[in-house]
């Protein structure tokens, strides 16, 4: 029903650039603060960035100055641009939802995610 497709991976040099981009389909999340992840392998899952439903975004420490995260509503997708990539931004990344139940944030189930792999 509710899908979540990452896309606009792939394999860079240090320094370059890539676009990673995640539609929504079968729900509008307009309403939703929206989140990209990514999991190293070995590692935990963590947040890179997020942005409200008003435009208000957050970062990571490690990416702030390089990735810029954004949304467009109209095409139910989020997008994530990031710049000056270095060897440790490998990872698979991810998109989800930030609902808030309770006290809590909840996810939706994760997709299959977007491999960047930046090369030294």
């Known amino acids: 029903q509710v899908q979540l497709v990452e896309s606009g991976g792939g394999l860079v040099q240090a320094g370059g650039s890539l676009r990673l981009s995640c539609a929504a389909s079968g729900s509008s999340f307009s309403a939703n603060t929206m989140g990209w992840y990514r999991q190293a392998p070995g590692k935990q899952r963590e947040l890179v960035a997020d942005?409200?439903?008003?435009?208000?975004?957050n970062y990571a420490d490690s990416v702030k100055g390089r990735f810029t995260i954004s949304r467009d509503n109209a095409k139910n997708t989020v997008y994530l641009q990031m710049n000056s990539l270095k060897p440790e931004d490998s990872a698979v990344y991810y998109c989800?939802?930030?609902?808030?139940?309770?006290?809590?944030?909840?996810?939706?189930?994760w997709g299959q995610g977007t491999q960047v792999t930046v090369s030294s």
């Open positions: 942005i409200t439903s008003g435009g208000s975004t």
């Open positions: 989800n939802v930030q609902i808030k139940f309770l006290s809590k944030i909840v996810n939706l189930p």
